[in-house]
């Protein structure tokens, strides 16, 4: 019997110091210090998860424009047209096909997404032409 009193007395007192110690911890203000064991063998690092940079993509270079104003002989004309999409300046324009109306010129360069089509009609007439703008946009060679 005196062999489960000791028993009995020891866990008693144990579970009496860890009540102890949980109240102790519990206290506004105590410190508590906490022990880690610590591995010194080197670590194989983990690698870093690589998110991939997406290629920006450059819309494509279009003319807006798809008519111009009429003019009339002998008045000052001025007519812009415009592009959209691309990529860097300058935008340089040209005529194509076609002519444009007797008296009228179009600037090779104007503004950064349009060029002017202007001066002082000389003919009566009709006249198609069409207009082609380049910029920097490498273009693949096939």
């Known amino acids: 019997m005196k062999q489960v009193h000791k028993r009995v007395f020891w866990l008693a007192s144990l579970l009496l110091v860890v009540a102890a110690m949980t109240a102790i911890t519990a206290l506004p203000g105590t410190q508590t210090t906490t022990t880690f064991a610590h591995d010194s063998r080197p670590r194989t690092p983990t690698p870093t998860p690589t998110t991939p940079t997406p290629t920006p993509t450059i819309p494509p270079l279009v003319i807006d424009t798809t008519s111009l104003p009429d003019g009339n002989v002998g008045n000052s004309y ?13 935008k340089l324009w040209s005529v194509i096909a076609g002519k444009l109306p007797d008296g009228l010129t179009m600037a090779s360069f104007y503004g950064v997404q349009s060029t002017i089509i202007s001066g002082t009609p000389t003919t009566l007439q009709t006249t198609t032409f069409t207009v082609q703008v380049k910029d920097n946009t490498p273009r693949p060679l096939w």
């Open 78 to 90: 001025d007519a812009f047209v415009t592009a959209s999409g691309g990529q860097g300046t300058p």
